[in-house]
């Protein structure tokens, strides 16, 4: 079966979704183009400043999408066969994922581009509040780590294609620095210069392109330079990627965040349009190039990823549904979006976008033959190589294609692990009440210096044989990050519920409030309790991971008891203020 039978009605599915559900939603939530938004009357051009939605598209899409929906959908897809994972991308990114972003998207504009941690205060109590800020913390800490881990192993050796071709780690690291020096020299034309943005796209993106071909004529081989392993040269790629978490958080969003987001999510597209454009092109003129070959389905349980149900679920995050989304969608894009309506396809479009980011990644794995070895590679390698082959056909060299594939990998996880560790730092400064510049420098040293534990730490598997970082960390940062989006949509329910008091809200968020919440603490009990419990009895683990894990399970048990008392115990909608947002929503349109 030819890949095109998977990708093009996936495509129509996704286009429909955002049509007819998207504009229910609209509806729903009474969105009001009219209607001033806070980064219009709270403008202040530091955090709020309302800018053109075609830019806050790219930024926030390129915020959400990071590795996620390239490391899960492969990830699930070898472990699990390709058609489980396609079904829960395209229902879970419809009717949980694109609403949960929206939702969150919506709550924080409504709320005056407060976080979701503040309206779960306004709306339920400060000890939820502090418990959801704790659980963000927490998440936030162990998606830098999986992500740090993963991206570093991209920087260090060589790759060898097919045709007998390499791929140097070591080029990839080039093209990912020079990538970070264009978006602040953009960001300072745009800014100082006056560079309109059009033009800004029309120099700049290209360049991103010279940085591609350049990094493998002149590859930064760190390990070679120092005279180390591999493995070594790994930890200090880790140590200097959170360096950099350190600095990008404290700079201004106008020289980094905006246009670098801007030229990520136009590399998104980029890297998209490559890939579907290939995959047509390789159906059409090199028969069995695009064929699927990888099982529809393999097994239901397996020994490296456990039981479909719930492994799943929090295998596919990014892609299907993401707890992460919600901290950007109420911590930057609130404060930057111009009109509400632009709610619909910033919070609801780039979900349904990024499942077919996912969709695609889920090809790469689907091309593969059954027994094939390449599935036993990283998943962003398994990426690099699939991308490669589609863009092939296109007449671009297999090395370039990789390095492009590679290289879009490592820049969406670089708007993910600064906006994680910027949000990191609002939370330390938020719980410890310190402001100014020596609490914004300490939130992010805390926020950064954390996953640095963990990645120098070594990580060995049951028999005693090191493992990498991100493997060990993603199964959790999965289970925390769908629980996250739980926590996230028991909030958003009990908000619309107190406020509006009608049956749709049971359906719309309520459910996929259910799902989530029961998949995530299934996933994550599952990793957690047989850590305590052997076949010798009770024990006390050393590894920090069932630790975590247990207190997430017990902040997330103390949220839900609070959000069922908000809801049973009756009081007027608005008994812990509010009353303007509450007059706003009575006020506002149906249409």
């Given at each position: 079966m030819s890949l095109l039978a998977v990708l093009l009605p996936s495509a129509v599915v996704l286009t429909t979704a955002y049509l007819v559900y998207g504009r229910v939603l609209t509806r729903l939530f009474r969105l009001d183009g009219q209607r001033p938004t806070p980064a219009v009357s709270l403008r202040d051009d530091v955090d709020y400043e309302p800018i053109p939605p075609q830019l806050l598209l790219g930024q926030h899409f390129s915020a959400i999408a990071a590795a996620g929906p390239i490391v899960g959908p492969i990830l699930a897809g070898v472990a699990f066969g390709w058609l489980p994972a396609l079904a829960w991308i395209l229902v879970g990114s419809i009717f949980i994922g694109g609403v949960h972003d929206f939702a969150a998207l919506v709550a924080s504009i409504r709320h005056r581009a407060r976080s979701?941690?503040?309206?779960?205060?306004?709306?339920?109590?400060?000890?939820?509040?502090?418990?959801?800020?704790?659980?963000?913390?927490?998440?936030?800490?162990?998606?830098v780590v999986a992500f740090t881990d993963i991206t570093a192993s991209s920087f260090i050796g060589r790759q060898t294609l097919e045709d007998g071709q390499t791929v140097s780690g070591g080029g990839i690291a080039t093209s990912s620095l020079l990538y970070l020096v264009i978006p602040l020299v953009m960001g300072f034309c745009m800014r100082r210069l006056g560079m309109p943005l059009w033009l800004a796209t029309a120099i700049f993106l290209p360049l991103v392109g010279v940085a591609i071909w350049a990094g493998q004529k002149i590859p930064f081989?760190?390990?070679?330079?120092?005279?180390?392993?591999e493995a070594s040269a790994q930890k200090i790629w880790g140590v200097l990627l959170l360096a950099y978490c350190l600095v990008a958080a404290m700079v201004p969003m106008w020289l980094l965040l905006q246009p670098r987001g801007h030229l990520g999510g136009c590399f998104l597209y980029v890297a998209l349009a490559g890939a579907v454009i290939g995959l047509v092109a390789s159906d059409r003129l090199v028969a069995g190039d695009s064929c699927i070959r990888y099982p529809a389905f393999t097994n239901w349980q397996t020994e490296k990823a456990g039981s479909l149900i719930p492994m799943l679920f929090i295998t596919i995050a990014c892609g299907a549904c993401s707890g992460f989304h919600s901290l950007i969608a109420s911590g930057t894009t609130s404060k930057q979006l111009r009109k509400e309506t632009d709610a619909r396809p910033i919070g609801y479009g780039t979900m349904l976008l990024e499942a077919m980011v996912a969709i695609v990644s889920l090809s790469c794995v689907m091309v593969l033959a059954a027994d094939s070895p390449l599935a036993n590679q990283p998943p962003n390698f398994i990426?690099?190589?699939?991308?490669?082959?589609?863009?092939?056909?296109?007449?671009?060299?297999?090395?370039?294609g990789v390095s492009f594939a590679l290289m879009a990998f490592t820049t969406?996880?670089?708007?993910?692990?600064?906006?994680?560790?910027?949000?990191?730092?609002?939370?330390?400064?938020?719980?410890?009440?310190?402001?100014?510049?020596?609490?914004?420098?300490?939130?992010?040293?805390?926020?950064?210096?954390?996953?640095?534990?963990?990645?120098?730490?070594?990580?060995?598997?049951?028999?005693?044989?090191?493992?990498?970082?991100?493997?060990l960390f993603w199964s959790l940062f999965g289970a925390s990050n769908q629980l996250l989006a739980a926590l996230t949509l028991l909030g958003v329910t009990v908000w619309l519920w107190r406020t509006r008091r009608e049956t749709w809200v049971w359906f719309v968020t309520g459910l996929p409030t259910a799902f989530m919440y029961v998949m995530s603490t299934w996933a994550l009990a599952s990793m957690t309790w047989p850590k305590f419990s052997t076949p010798n009895g009770f024990v006390l683990p050393t590894d920090p991971v069932p630790w975590v894990g247990l207190v997430l399970l017990s902040l997330a048990a103390v949220m839900l008891v609070e959000a069922v008392r908000v809801i049973l115990i009756p009081q007027g909608p608005l008994d812990r203020g509010g009353i303007g947002e509450a007059r706003a929503w009575a006020a506002a349109p149906t249409a």
């Amino acid at each position: 079966m030819s890949l095109l039978a998977v990708l093009l009605p996936s495509a129509v599915v996704l286009t429909t979704a955002y049509l007819v559900y998207g504009r229910v939603l609209t509806r729903l939530f009474r969105l009001d183009g009219q209607r001033p938004t806070p980064a219009v009357s709270l403008r202040d051009d530091v955090d709020y400043e309302p800018i053109p939605p075609q830019l806050l598209l790219g930024q926030h899409f390129s915020a959400i999408a990071a590795a996620g929906p390239i490391v899960g959908p492969i990830l699930a897809g070898v472990a699990f066969g390709w058609l489980p994972a396609l079904a829960w991308i395209l229902v879970g990114s419809i009717f949980i994922g694109g609403v949960h972003d929206f939702a969150a998207l919506v709550a924080s504009i409504r709320h005056r581009a407060r976080s979701i941690a503040e309206v779960v205060r306004e709306h339920m109590s400060r000890r939820s509040y502090l418990l959801f800020l704790a659980f963000v913390w927490i998440a936030l800490v162990y998606i830098v780590v999986a992500f740090t881990d993963i991206t570093a192993s991209s920087f260090i050796g060589r790759q060898t294609l097919e045709d007998g071709q390499t791929v140097s780690g070591g080029g990839i690291a080039t093209s990912s620095l020079l990538y970070l020096v264009i978006p602040l020299v953009m960001g300072f034309c745009m800014r100082r210069l006056g560079m309109p943005l059009w033009l800004a796209t029309a120099i700049f993106l290209p360049l991103v392109g010279v940085a591609i071909w350049a990094g493998q004529k002149i590859p930064f081989d760190l390990g070679q330079l120092l005279g180390t392993s591999e493995a070594s040269a790994q930890k200090i790629w880790g140590v200097l990627l959170l360096a950099y978490c350190l600095v990008a958080a404290m700079v201004p969003m106008w020289l980094l965040l905006q246009p670098r987001g801007h030229l990520g999510g136009c590399f998104l597209y980029v890297a998209l349009a490559g890939a579907v454009i290939g995959l047509v092109a390789s159906d059409r003129l090199v028969a069995g190039d695009s064929c699927i070959r990888y099982p529809a389905f393999t097994n239901w349980q397996t020994e490296k990823a456990g039981s479909l149900i719930p492994m799943l679920f929090i295998t596919i995050a990014c892609g299907a549904c993401s707890g992460f989304h919600s901290l950007i969608a109420s911590g930057t894009t609130s404060k930057q979006l111009r009109k509400e309506t632009d709610a619909r396809p910033i919070g609801y479009g780039t979900m349904l976008l990024e499942a077919m980011v996912a969709i695609v990644s889920l090809s790469c794995v689907m091309v593969l033959a059954a027994d094939s070895p390449l599935a036993n590679q990283p998943p962003n390698f398994i990426y690099a190589l699939g991308m490669g082959r589609f863009l092939e056909i296109l007449g671009v060299p297999a090395t370039i294609g990789v390095s492009f594939a590679l290289m879009a990998f490592t820049t969406f996880v670089y708007d993910t692990l600064d906006v994680c560790t910027r949000l990191g730092r609002y939370i330390i400064q938020e719980l410890t009440g310190m402001t100014g510049r020596a609490g914004a420098w300490l939130g992010t040293a805390i926020t950064a210096g954390t996953p640095l534990v963990f990645l120098l730490r070594p990580q060995l598997d049951g028999n005693g044989n090191p493992i990498p970082a991100w493997k060990l960390f993603w199964s959790l940062f999965g289970a925390s990050n769908q629980l996250l989006a739980a926590l996230t949509l028991l909030g958003v329910t009990v908000w619309l519920w107190r406020t509006r008091r009608e049956t749709w809200v049971w359906f719309v968020t309520g459910l996929p409030t259910a799902f989530m919440y029961v998949m995530s603490t299934w996933a994550l009990a599952s990793m957690t309790w047989p850590k305590f419990s052997t076949p010798n009895g009770f024990v006390l683990p050393t590894d920090p991971v069932p630790w975590v894990g247990l207190v997430l399970l017990s902040l997330a048990a103390v949220m839900l008891v609070e959000a069922v008392r908000v809801i049973l115990i009756p009081q007027g909608p608005l008994d812990r203020g509010g009353i303007g947002e509450a007059r706003a929503w009575a006020a506002a349109p149906t249409a």
